[in-house]
């Protein structure tokens, strides 16, 4: 889009309602980063080209240097407790790591600062879009960062998922973060007394995309005409490496949990939910969901409808993580702190927002715009 | 629901937002009206059960002398100019009726007022239910009321529909008006002077119960994703009288103007829509809507989504019938006048109301409720 | 139908290719059988009606005799190692019953030798209805009828499940046995020699009435074409007891298998499949499932097709249990024995038969019934 | 895929079982033929791919120089009477013609004849992938051929449409013809009498690639348990060149015809039909169809299912076309004359077939097979 090579359609921040809003143009940003994996990101973006038709090979082929640029940015990551499905598809150097938690959050940390001070950034925001990770159940040591702080001194391991590390180096390290993946840790009380400690914002949880989406578009409806949701059944197929990842029960339910709290919360009764997860190798980089609703009218009638949902993951996810990152910049040059609760409509679990209708989580969004004018 | 013999759901007013509401009471109601066919409300209540299991015979059996009370408050309507299927449904009777306009108005006013009388009715809300009538090319005549008025007197019967007749007796016997049909010329400028002349306000125009419901739920979705909606078809499959009745392309069109207008408006340019309405009488009673998305997101790759909508007809209108009168009984009571505008969600072409987007219509009713504590 | 209240619609039995064909008439057919729970087969029916809308109540009513007649045929049945769910459905009396084996098989064969001789039947062809049971691993006692004999005498509860001992009884009393449900032990090696060593056929498993059998149906056009089949999925939501039975994983388990063995068999290879049933307690009787399907073209281009099917369980049911009886009773009359392959069409895991084929199966039918002549 | 470039997929003829079968290898086949456009072959193919994503533009470049071979074989055609959406397509060459039409039958068979010698052909097979022709109502002109002779001798041209004049040139240069769309004149009996007077075989009509071929693979069943279809209505949307000139009424009309007269046939009864063809630009080579089904089973209780079909045209069409190239020429080496009607199951109006049920359909082309064993 820098290079004028792509329209600029599916990013929010391009729509002509921040049309003179000062947000970083995209050729101001440079992107790097932490991988556990070995694959550059010209070939990643290929992968997802081939299963869905999504990056036309050309456009990499164009994109050649801007992908070896980034490339050289990206780090070996770290990722202890990662839980076997994920520690499977790490390189070996990684999976051999035996730093302790402290100083992998240290190392981490100067990773941030290096690249700010090599790419003369004036800030760098920090986007967590690991896969998804298995839950842990919160304890003391989730409550308050005196105990979080015991917990990594005493490098116990089975305390954190690697994403806490990076959100701990990111708050250490001045810099926001955004975490688009539901693992339950990351944004804990304790982290964010961290954050709140050293005055940088952060936001997530889970990047709403899909399904989810539009769920929390159309559940309102029910409401507004009194008709009675009985039950709500959403099927997810998708067969990338979120997809594969999630086959695991413990990742599935992490993801299941964030996408199945919405309906009462809009609807102010609980119908019967289930969501489903499943890998389909065959779809790549595509998603496909079908959710049927059966609710209840006037006497008593019980109608239903259905929707189904065929989009690509990265096509999806990509323009999200840019307007986001635009939008945080922004805040944070303005000094906002906190949870940035008016990014809601952006995620499946958004921190300290109380509503999971989109349309309220939009207005919010909204009147953070016009207050910036 | 008066009786406690069917559950009160479906209906906005008897959401626990309207608790303490001052909203007139079911049992305080009282139904009657015109109609040009001469089947018994028992007849086409047990129709519609018939066709779609939505209304049970043994319900309709219990409430045997309410269906009659209201059959005797049922008087003969008038239908000059309605177009050649609506007219081949009334009674020989009302086809052989050679009142003039003037002397048809009046005749209409007389009976809501006798019916007021009888009833000893504080105020009488007065519904158009018919079927959807032809448009009509909007002229002068329809601009002010003085031009109107000099159309009536002069007979130029095709200058109106019988629904502006029946508008017009409520506007003159001060009778608030609902124009829960298409029909272009009814609140036309002319008539909405009649109706501030006499105080009375009015709303309309369409009931919005299904697939332009689900569409203007789901509309406002895109927007704010910034993707881009390439197409937009929808498929409406429905059995009813109604669906009868829209065989006809004259009275089709003048439905599919209203459901069609939407997209442009939430979305701020116009993709390529279509609306198509087909008569399925094995459907009877029941609605069958299938909606396909075409849309473009980053990297300009295209998605699609779809959605199928299973309703009953009835059971979805009258319960927003009921809601209508009994939020424009207090309105009226509380001395509002002109377009009830706080009603747009509503309508599918909501009078006085700029936005189509289902939310921010919705907020509107909600504003409307708060300022009436 | 005998009695004219219901068009003979549904019945492959009515169709016209069986005109003139002597098979059993409705009224000299005569219904009876066990049950382990206590509902009438009148409350059963409104249950099905409620939750459906497919039998109305006045219908219930008006055979009201004829229900009262049935329930004075239906004696309380046993159910030694039903498995969990099953069993807690059963009535005390039913869970208390400590009878060894043997002398269940010899009470079971008693009472269809009382009901044939008290109703003076011509013939008495036995169906298993009942709920899903879960596997049983197959070993050396269910290889051949000496060694199931020794485990019966030895009352091995584990080795059988119920409906086989209704088989065994079946048997010995020259019955012919249809075996409805996908339970594993019911038709073992063994069983089927017992039938052979009685005379009398038997057919089955697992009625074919919903989503399998539009697998069955579609699936050879993807053949036809050469179009490579990469995934197919299926989603079945369902409320009814079967559906309630199938929510503990080794029932469920049971049905998958013989859902899910299908697609290669047609296709000569195997995709990815899936097949989930899911309790949707909303839905009642009625059944909704959603079928995903993923295929490779010319190019390899991938392409998809999708079906939702929504029918009701019972309907779709009870006519091909009137079905298979009647040509059953038929086949018997005539002396046939063994596996009826010629009904492979109505079931999803055809005995005997190698081809899924639903049309393939049809027309061993349409053989079957010219050769009848 | 003579080159090894693409698999053999979607190809019924590489399907195993016709492993050994002496149908022509891919590398013997040469294309050539006439078109009224100007577009290159490799051009349409960069069109395709880009609406679809099913043709990679690295596959047209590497086929560079055989796209460039194949355009020097062909030649410009003629377009009399083509109704006015094809003839605005034609090149103003093609529009300015003024041959007679015996002349440019002439000419059409000259063009075929020195295609044959040119690139030394044992055999040429001519295939009609012309748009969609508006029908003409047959006349004594199309009974025979004598009188059809004396129409094209007076230069009739509202007696004749293109494809019909190709025909004609196919069957005096003594090569067998394949109608692959729906127009009507151009197999008529006049047409089929001077193939069979000239010992050359032909068929037709109109290619079963999408929607149609899900229905006839369908409609079986619901025979099969004798459910009664009520309504069938099939909606398709599609973008590419055919769905432009279909949204010429009569065009229209044309291949609606051969997709509606399916169900009739397979069902022995007629529901209630419509065929919709809606052309929708963002869709490119993309096609679409959902179908709805309402029928009714055991006590008249209704129910319904749906199937939505995402295809892309090229991909489903070119197969067929390989296929019954390849088949056709086999046929013809053996000597067969007349229509060759063991090829119904690729046509949704087979010449001389009897039925519409694909299965029979495809029992015919197995017993064919199975014959030239």
Request: net charge neutral.
């Given at each position: 889009?820098?290079?004028?090579?792509?329209?600029?359609?599916?990013?929010?921040?391009?729509h002509?309602?921040?049309?003179?809003?000062?947000?970083?143009?995209?050729?101001?940003?440079?992107?790097?980063g932490?991988?556990?994996?070995?694959?550059?990101?010209?070939?990643?973006?290929l992968?997802?080209?081939?299963?869905?038709?999504?990056?036309?090979?050309?456009?990499v082929?164009r994109?050649?240097?801007?992908?070896?640029?980034?490339?050289?940015?990206?780090?070996?990551?770290?990722a202890?407790?990662?839980?076997?499905?994920?520690?499977?598809?790490?390189t070996?150097?990684?999976?051999?790591?035996?730093?302790?938690l402290?100083?992998?959050?240290?190392?981490?940390?100067k990773?941030?600062?290096?690249?700010?001070?090599?790419?003369?950034?004036?800030?760098?925001?920090?986007?967590?879009?690991a896969?998804t990770?298995?839950r842990?159940?919160?304890?003391?040591a989730?409550?308050?960062?005196?105990?979080?702080?015991?917990?990594?001194?005493?490098?116990?391991?089975?305390?954190?998922?690697?994403?806490?590390?990076?959100?701990?180096?990111?708050?250490?390290a001045?810099?926001?973060?955004?975490?688009?993946?539901?693992?339950?840790?990351t944004?804990?009380?304790?982290?964010?007394?961290?954050?709140?400690?050293?005055g940088?914002?952060y936001?997530?949880?889970d990047?709403?995309?899909?399904?989810?989406?539009v769920?929390?578009?159309?559940?309102?409806?029910?409401?507004?005409?009194n008709?009675?949701?009985?039950?709500?059944?959403?099927?997810?197929?998708?067969?990338?490496?979120?997809?594969?990842?999630?086959?695991?029960?413990?990742?599935k339910?992490s993801?299941?949990?964030?996408?199945?709290?919405?309906?009462?919360?809009?609807?102010?009764?609980?119908?019967?939910?289930?969501?489903?997860?499943?890998?389909?190798?065959?779809?790549?980089d595509?998603?496909?969901?079908w959710?049927?609703?059966?609710?209840?009218?006037?006497l008593?009638?019980?109608?239903?409808?259905?929707f189904?949902?065929?989009?690509?993951?990265?096509?999806?996810?990509?323009?999200?993580?840019?307007?986001?990152?635009?939008?945080?910049?922004?805040?944070?040059?303005?000094g906002?702190?906190?949870?940035l609760?008016?990014?809601?409509?952006?995620f499946?679990?958004?921190i300290?927002?109380?509503?999971?209708d989109?349309?309220?989580?939009?207005?919010?969004?909204?009147?953070?715009?016009?207050a910036q004018?």
């Open positions: 889009m820098a290079k004028g090579l792509a329209p600029r359609i599916g990013l929010l921040t391009e002509e309602m921040f049309t003179g809003f000062p947000l970083a143009a995209f050729d101001e940003l440079v992107f790097g932490h991988d556990i994996r070995e694959q550059t990101t010209r070939d990643a973006a992968e997802v080209g081939r299963d869905s038709g999504s990056i036309a090979p050309e456009l082929k994109l050649a240097s801007d992908f070896r640029a980034i490339d050289r940015r990206v780090v070996t990551g770290s202890p407790n990662a839980g076997k499905v994920i520690t499977q598809m790490a070996p150097k990684v999976q051999r790591d035996r730093r302790t402290r100083s992998t959050i240290t190392r981490l940390r990773d941030i600062e290096s690249f700010r001070e090599r790419e003369r950034c004036d800030r760098v925001v920090v986007v967590n879009l896969s990770e298995a842990i159940r919160l304890a003391a989730h409550k308050t960062l005196a105990a979080l702080d015991d917990a990594i001194d005493a490098d116990q391991r089975t305390k954190i998922r690697p994403s806490l590390l990076y959100a701990y180096a990111a708050a250490t001045g810099c926001p973060f955004i975490h688009f993946t539901p693992s339950n840790v944004l804990c009380p304790a982290m964010r007394e961290l954050f709140d400690e050293h940088v914002p936001m997530g949880a990047g709403k995309t899909g399904e989810t989406l769920k929390s578009a159309l559940a309102p409806m029910f409401k507004y005409r008709l009675r949701v009985l039950s709500w059944l959403g099927y997810n197929l998708l067969g990338d490496r979120d997809g594969f990842v999630l086959q695991e029960g413990d990742n339910a993801k299941i949990d964030t996408k199945d709290s919405l309906l009462p919360n809009i609807l102010g009764y609980a119908p019967q939910t289930h969501v489903a997860i499943d890998y389909v190798a065959s779809l790549g595509r998603k496909t969901a959710d049927y609703i059966h609710f209840e009218g006037f008593g009638h019980r109608m239903h409808m259905e189904t949902w065929h989009g690509c993951d990265a096509i999806l996810a990509a323009p999200l993580v840019l307007d986001i990152v635009r939008l945080v910049d922004l805040a944070t040059a303005r906002e702190t906190g949870a609760t008016w990014l809601g409509c952006f499946k679990s958004p300290g927002v109380a509503t999971q989109l349309h309220q989580q939009w207005h919010a969004l909204e009147a953070w715009v016009r004018g």
